[in-house]
Every structure is written in structure tokens, then in C-alpha cells.
């Protein structure tokens, strides 16, 4: 079965911090793998995406990074603001039956504090 | 509008209830998702649409669970017979195709809230 995990499953950083999310995923075939950021009772929005022959992908200061041999990804947010208080998701897209079935990690869920 | 919008955005209803959860996709957008997310949980896939038809269906919990999509578009997601466990946010969401790389980013809307009494 298809998984995708990440942790922490929480993190609180002070304002100004720099902070690193983790997740892996056993997914195959392996097509892409998104981080969304989801702000309190709205919907996710993708923030970057990685193919196979990716490494790393920066969107201002949010930076992901790929491995694709050990399945693993992390997303590390620089110089932390408040407004970066969300859930951060992992979602990796797989080739199936014509469509890029999704799986979705649980989040993780950063506070940043003043 | 620009984005994908659903409706209500909040529903209450009393167990044994039929509710219908609306999700109006970005124009254009063929593939149209829709997801389950309890409180404090990842998100929970249901069912995806190509056009009007649903290729996968997968996610569905129940056969109280049914949904339709019509004229490629609008889509809606019926639960018969509410139950208490239902009760999460039916997050909607719309991509461009259903494969490639770049052009598979799902966008979704703010959620409707259901609550079962």
C-alpha cells in the first residue's frame, strides 16, 4: 500500500528560526511529489513540485529537496514568519491506469511564535 | 471567479439526514477531485472525475456516499443517511489533466464543513 509519512507532526519555532519537515514515501512508480501549505479552514496550495531527476526546488523562502533513492523529501522554510503558521503536506503522485493517482501525507503542523 | 468554489461552506444536519455538498471547479479544469479530512487528520481521498465520467471511485466509504458531475463542470457529493461519523470538511478540488507533470497541481477550494448532529 501506498504511504506517505512526515514528521514532526507538530513543530513550534520562534519568529526568525529556521525549520526542516520531513517526509518519505514508499509510492511507486514514482511520477512527482508536491509540499502544500494549508492555512487554518482553507485549502491547500501546492508550494513546489519535484520530478524523478530533481534534487531541489526553492519558492522564495520555502526550499524542498528530493531523493528519489531513499524516498525521501524535506521542505526547509527560512527565516520563519508568522504567517507561515500552517499545515505543511506531502503529496506524492504516482502513474496509474492513465491518471496520477495521489496519496497524501497527515501534515505537520507549525506555530511560529513570536 | 478564478478559483474552485464550494458550497455550503457550512452544513449542520441531524443524523438520518440526506445532505448535498456543491463544488463549482475552475473553468477548463477536466479532472475534479473530491476529499475527506476529519479534524486533525491528512486528507482522505474519495473520488476523482475525468470529464463526467469517475474513473476512480476507490475512496468511497459507504454506499451512502454517491457523486455526480455534469457538463464536465459542477459536481456534487450526496450522503444518505448522515451518520455522525461523517461529519469533516469535503474539500473539492479541480487540476488541468489528470497526467503529466506540471499541469496535475490540484487546486482546491475552502471546504464545506459538515456537522451531524
Known amino acids: 500500500k501506498n504511504q506517505v509519512e512526515q514528521s514532526p507532526q507538530s513543530l513550534i519555532i520562534l519568529e526568525g528560526k529556521n525549520c526542516t519537515l520531513q517526509c518519505n514515501y514508499t509510492v511507486s512508480p514514482f511520477s512527482n511529489l508536491r509540499w502544500y501549505k494549508q492555512d487554518t479552514g482553507r485549502g491547500p496550495v501546492s508550494l513546489t513540485i519535484?520530478?524523478?531527476?530533481?534534487n531541489t526546488k526553492s519558492n522564495g523562502r520555502y526550499t524542498a529537496t528530493l531523493d528519489a533513492d531513499t524516498k525521501q523529501s524535506s521542505l526547509h522554510i527560512t527565516a520563519s514568519q508568522l504567517s507561515d503558521s500552517a499545515s505543511y503536506i506531502c503529496v506524492v503522485s504516482e502513474n496509474s491506469g492513465g491518471y496520477q493517482k495521489v496519496t497524501f501525507g497527515t501534515g505537520t503542523k507549525l506555530q511560529v511564535i513570536p | 471567479g478564478a478559483g474552485v468554489s464550494q458550497s455550503p461552506s457550512n452544513k449542520v444536519t441531524e443524523k438520518g439526514k440526506d445532505v448535498e455538498l456543491r463544488c463549482d471547479p475552475i473553468?477548463?479544469?477536466?479532472?475534479l477531485y473530491w476529499y475527506r479530512q476529519s479534524l486533525g487528520q491528512g486528507l482522505e481521498f474519495l473520488i476523482y472525475f475525468q470529464g463526467n465520467s469517475a474513473p476512480d471511485k476507490s475512496g468511497l466509504p459507504s454506499d451512502r456516499f454517491s457523486a455526480e458531475r455534469t457538463g464536465g463542470s459542477v459536481s456534487t457529493l450526496t450522503i444518505q443517511r448522515t451518520q455522525q461519523e461523517d461529519s469533516a470538511v469535503y474539500l473539492c478540488a479541480s487540476s488541468l489533466a489528470p497526467t503529466g507533470t506540471g499541469n496535475n497541481e490540484q487546486f482546491f477550494g475552502p471546504g464545506t464543513r459538515l456537522t451531524v448532529l
Open positions: 473553468s477548463g479544469h477536466t479532472a
Open positions: 519535484m520530478t524523478f531527476s530533481e
